[in-house]
């Protein structure tokens, strides 16, 4: 037994001889040391992707199980917006947020194995939406500001320097009341028209089978619908859904829902809905609105449909041919 530990102590020797340093923990140290490096930075790197998704998504959540704590403090400043939510300043204040990104300052990462702590310089940036408030002095609805921001390259830039904690497999940041900073947007508070209808002139029908007399279609299997928008409808971008609906008792029957439509400064909305087949006879309607603006925009018209009548008759339909017998 005294000779193995002698000889031990000799292999020892010979490697802190070789390396002019001291001796690391094990034989192999140095590359241990260094994939113990490599696993904290792609950890680390793990965990700031997951943060920047749930500032960005706003989902608490996700962002408290990669905290220690403070998240609380961040959850104050998070711009949540529920189903229900009608505060139009909080709902910019989401949508700026979701424009948030992140990039890793290279070379920024610095790591204790011993203590188990590890740092990086993260940039954080979301669109200059100030940009926006400058190009636009009213908005149709938070809709239409998101539309421009969207339109935004301008970033504003966030850097900081965030701090983890290695638990288990896991690296948790240590001082998430700074992401606070993130949040901290102003002028928020939008001027908007009355409504979004108000730039609509007029609303008629038109296409193969209107009459605009009688105000209705015959044998059509489409709708066209225009809507007239006067000059400031061009500085806008358009968003809206529009319904197509069959009176029925006691309620109207949806025939068709558009889903969300977004038109770009336009002098003219024009819209065509084509059936799998001829119309049925009945009232019908079309209805525009948006999930912003409290009024709504319609028309409403009728829909016959003629049979054909036959041009001819054969001895096979029962008829004996004369023969002049």
Known sequence: MKKKITATILVLSVLASLTGCSIPEGIFGANANEEAIAEAEEGVYESVDAIAGALAACDYDVLKRNCVNEARVVKNSMPVVD?????????VKNMIAS????????GSFETDLKGGTSSVKVIFSYANYHRVLNDCEIFVNPGDFNSR????????NIILDLEFQQHMNEYLLVNASDLVEVYDYDDTQLKYMDSFFDMVDDIYMTGEGWDPVTESYCDTDTFECVLVLNEQASDYIWQYVYV???ESWPDWTDIYISGWITDRYPNEIHITYTHDEIFEDGYYIIIF????????????????????EPTGESVEDGFEEDTGT
Not at 83 to 91: A, F, P, R, V, Y
Not at 149 to 156: G, M, N, R, T, W
């Open 99 to 106: 424009t948030i990104t992140y990039q890793i300052y290279d």
């Open 83 to 91: 189903k229900d939510e009608t505060d139009k300043s909080l709902i």
């Open 244 to 246: 197509i609906c069959e």
């Open 149 to 156: 921001l969207a339109e935004v390259e301008d970033k504003i």
């Open 289 to 308: 609105y948006n999930d912003y603006d409290e009024n709504m925009i319609w028309y409403e018209f009728d829909v016959y449909k003629t049979d054909v």
